[in-house]
């Protein structure tokens, strides 16, 4: 079992950054990053395949946030410029055990196996 720990979170201006970190104890695959505010679904928010080469993201963070992995400290990285009030969430890290079937959907909670506990980001206006 592969545990992720996120770290990074807090509270920032509007407008200002952050950068989020999800440290592995062991290999994983697609990573994604999810955040879920208070009475509301979990949703996706950014993904990167096992390599890095691709990385995907929800049209609401699209331009503002970076994915990236450096493999070789098992840790993936959100970051996250041009914060918005709408931003304010707890952000989960989660990682899938294996590789999939091309075009399964990295935005489907249920493909992934592993999860952390999440960090809090808050944007104040």
């Known amino acids: 079992q592969v545990q992720l720990v996120e770290s990074g979170g807090g509270l920032v201006q509007a407008g200002g950054s952050l950068r989020l970190s999800c440290a592995a104890s062991g290999r994983t695959y697609t990573m994604g990053w999810f955040r879920q505010a208070p009475g509301k679904e979990r949703e996706f928010v950014a993904a990167i395949n096992w390599s890095g080469g691709s990385t995907f993201y929800a049209d609401s963070v699209k331009g503002r946030f970076t994915i990236s992995r450096d493999n070789a400290k098992n840790t993936v990285y959100l970051q996250m410029n041009s914060l918005k009030p709408e931003d304010t969430a707890s952000y989960y890290c989660?990682?899938?055990?294996?590789?999939?079937?091309?075009?399964?959907?990295?935005?489907?909670?249920?493909?992934?196996?592993?999860w952390g506990q999440g960090t809090q980001v808050t944007v104040s206006s």
């Open positions: 989660a990682g899938r055990s294996r590789l999939h079937y091309t075009n399964t959907p990295y935005r489907d909670l249920a493909t992934y196996d592993y």
